[in-house]
């Protein structure tokens, strides 16, 4: 698949992604949204595939939504490969039924914030920015605010929207906005830990955690009681765990 905005590479068990539009601090454009959701839609359909890597080229890890871009949609450049909707970035990484790793080794500007907090683990160097403007400019970062309230508390997600100051990785730490301060082999080490693990049960926990969010606690248990069954039918699940129950 030839893409605009974002390259992508398949080995072995990792897939990863890369925000390819430099030149615009990867501001993203709906064509470009559109092709992370057709990338990310054929990370979730390989088997091989266990976890999804995100980075960004350039000093900018992304500066947000490109807003001349969605205010003239004719300045954007389409992709006729993949189909072209109105779908909002949040969404498109709420569809992600893999673990995702977001490598930020630049800033995070306004809805580049959507990318980091769609991904199950954040790394980030140590001396980067993170600011969420929007209320400087007289607008709001809605879609953010979505975002902030699953990994902080509600008032203090909403006192960040608000603030519009720029704050360093060690806050973003602190939050939970970002998990791990980058170092050389942090995302070596991670990677490794997937390594063995079933593709199955990853993607199926990931889709439990997703269709459990609007569920009172009686439906979930029955949901999730349902879903365990699931996957203990699968012939490769049931493969794995007589091996390692004979090795142990």
């Known amino acids: 698949m030839k893409y605009n905005f974002i390259e992508t590479n398949v080995d072995g068990y990792i897939f990863s992604l890369t ?24 990370a979730n359909s390989l088997d091989e595939v266990k976890v999804v890597v995100l980075r960004a080229k350039g000093p900018v890890f992304c500066a ?35 673990p995702s790793i977001a490598l930020v080794e630049g800033d995070v500007i306004a809805g580049g914030f959507l990318f980091i ?4 683990y954040v790394l980030a160097k140590e001396n980067l920015y993170f600011k969420l403007p929007e209320i400087n400019l007289g607008i709001f ?24 100051q720029p704050f360093p990785s060690a806050k973003a730490l602190e939050y939970g ?10 995302l070596r080490d991670l990677l490794a830990t997937f390594e063995g693990k079933n593709t199955y049960a990853i993607q199926a926990g990931m889709e439990a955690l997703k269709a459990i969010r609007g569920m009172d606690s009686k439906e979930q248990y029955a949901y999730l009681l349902g879903c365990l069954t699931k996957l ?4 490769e699940v049931k493969t ?9």
């Not at 203990?232 to 012939?235: S, V």
């Open 19 to 42: 925000l390819a539009r430099e030149a615009k601090r990867n501001a993203f454009t709906p064509t470009m949204v559109n092709e992370i959701a057709h990338a990310l839609e054929t």
């Open 64 to 98: 947000g939504m490109d807003l001349k871009t969605y205010q003239n949609p004719e300045l954007d450049t389409l992709n006729p490969e993949i189909n072209n909707e109105q779908v909002s970035l949040g969404e498109v990484f709420d569809r992600l039924t893999k």
């Open 117 to 120: 907090l769609g991904c199950t």
């Open 141 to 164: 970062p809605f879609q953010v605010l979505a975002g902030l309230i699953r990994v902080m508390p509600e008032k203090k997600a909403l006192q960040l929207c608000l603030d519009g």
């Open 177 to 186: 906005i970002v998990d791990t301060i980058l170092e050389e082999n942090t």
């Open 232 to 235: 203990k039918d699968k012939e």
């Open 240 to 248: 794995q765990m007589e091996a390692r129950l004979k090795k142990d």
